[in-house]
């Protein structure tokens, strides 16, 4: 049986779609690529950034506000740190990357108000990479393996 070229040609394209399509599919989000703490640029850049955005309320050194999982009389929450001995590396990427360009409060439950701002529209997409980057960087191994396990999961 010969099989007609227009026919091989459409075959051969719809084979690329779906190789593109699984590809697609399979390619991880940005944010859990780009917050690379092995990249020395990104990680400087992100320390920069951090000095400038972060430090005031999260600490100059990730450690966080005194008392942070003490409710303040408001009922919010003191800025948690972002060292090891934190919450921050239990959530993936790109819930922190999330959390940062659109503020604690959208991802808080009901009930719980957040004041972390946020930062869409003054920082780029690359500039929370780069910070998240930096945080990561600090962390010791263990805590960067389990870290990213977390990342594998959510995806």
């Known amino acids: 049986m010969t099989i007609k070229r227009p026919i091989w040609i459409a075959a051969a394209v719809a084979g690329a779609l779906?190789?593109?399509?699984?590809?697609l599919l399979q390619w991880p989000s940005a944010s859990a690529v780009w917050a690379d703490p092995s990249d020395r640029e990104l990680v400087r850049a992100g320390q920069a950034v951090y000095r400038s955005q972060c430090a005031?309320?999260?600490?100059?050194?990730?450690?966080?506000?005194?008392?942070?999982?003490?409710?303040?009389?408001?009922?919010?929450l003191p800025a948690p740190p972002h060292d090891a001995t934190g919450h921050t590396w239990h959530h993936s990427d790109?819930?922190?990357?999330?959390?940062?360009?659109?503020?604690?409060?959208?991802?808080?439950?009901?009930g719980f108000t957040s004041r972390m701002p946020a930062y869409d529209g003054s920082l780029?997409?690359?500039?929370?990479?780069?910070?998240?980057?930096?945080?990561?960087?600090?962390?010791?191994?263990?805590?960067?393996?389990?870290?990213?396990?977390?990342?594998?999961?959510s995806r």
């Open 56 to 76: 005031a309320c999260h600490g100059a050194e990730l450690e966080g506000e005194p008392n942070w999982r003490r409710r303040r009389p408001d009922g919010t």
């Open 124 to 153: 780029t997409d690359r500039e929370i990479h780069a910070v998240l980057a930096f945080i990561k960087s600090r962390w010791p191994d263990s805590v960067r393996d389990r870290q990213a396990l977390i990342n594998r999961r």
């Open 18 to 23: 779906v190789v593109a399509g699984v590809g």
């Open 94 to 110: 790109e819930i922190l990357f999330d959390i940062t360009k659109q503020g604690g409060q959208r991802a808080a439950p009901p």
